[in-house]
Nanobody, 121 residues
């Protein structure tokens, strides 16, 4: 089970840090990802991190502004979001254990419930 938190209502240019805590299973060996879904749009890839944290991946739209990290001892993955823009408004989901390309939602076996991020202009 994955539990995402940390969303909220902020102004453009502000920062937020999302957290995703895993329970009931050892996620520390999984690649973990963050996705987001805006109203009327498909779920899109935001960032991913391998289990060792050696490799990270980002969507072009967030590169340089967002940072994904993890603390396996705390079973937690983070998404630090800086310089937020109104177009970052979406429900953000964490996911684990992809069995295919990490940027494709259907390949992930485990999903959190989502946390709303709203960025006002």
């Amino acid at each position: 089970q994955l539990q995402a938190s940390g969303g909220g209502l902020v102004q453009a240019g502000d920062s937020l840090r999302l957290s995703c805590v895993g329970s009931g299973r050892t996620f520390s060996r999984d690649t973990m990802g963050w996705f987001r879904q805006a109203p009327g749009k498909e779920r899109e890839f935001v960032a991913a991190i391998t289990w060792s944290a050696i490799s990270t991946y980002y969507a072009d739209s967030v590169k340089g502004r967002f940072t994904i990290s993890r603390d396996n001892a705390k079973k937690t993955v983070y998404l630090q979001m800086n310089s937020l823009k109104p177009e970052d408004t979406a429900v953000y989901y964490c996911a684990a254990d992809p069995r295919g390309p990490i940027g494709v939602p259907i390949h992930y076996n485990y999903w959190g419930q989502g946390t709303q991020v709203t960025v006002s202009s």
